[in-house]
């Protein structure tokens, strides 16, 4: 297991823009993956976003054409710029983190982004 803070999150207006970033303490496990998960009020949690170490990525349908995740592995940091928000994307925001050795898998507490119409 790792530790993840995620900040950036707040509250906007219908077609404003956000950027969240994810910062992962130092480790002695490999990351090899880094995303973004989200889960809105009543709702299961979904992959928004993702980006492994080859620089391959992954977007949900809502996401791709609006959102953008960006990594600097040489930092353990995760971004995802988010343009033209809209109330459906209200929820709490989850960075993650796939590694080697630890459980393979890390969760950050989230930050709340909420979009008013």
């Known amino acids: 297991q790792v530790q993840l803070v995620e900040s950036g999150g707040g509250l906007v207006q219908s077609g404003g823009s956000l950027n969240l970033s994810c910062v992962a303490s130092?480790?002695?496990?490999?990351?090899?993956?880094m995303g973004w998960y989200r889960q809105g009020p009543g709702k299961q949690r979904d992959l928004v976003a993702q980006?492994?170490?080859?620089?391959?990525?992954g977007y949900s349908d809502s996401a791709k054409g609006r959102f953008l995740i960006s990594r600097d592995k040489s930092k353990n940091m995760v971004a995802l710029q988010m343009n033209n928000l809209k109330p459906e994307d209200t929820a709490v925001y989850y960075c993650?983190?796939?590694?080697?050795?630890?459980?393979?898998?890390?969760w950050g507490r989230g930050t709340q982004v909420t979009v008013s119409s």
């Open positions: 130092r480790s002695s496990f490999r990351i090899h993956t």
């Open positions: 993650s983190a796939h590694h080697v050795g630890g459980g393979g898998f890390s």
């Open positions: 980006l492994s170490d080859d620089g391959t990525t």
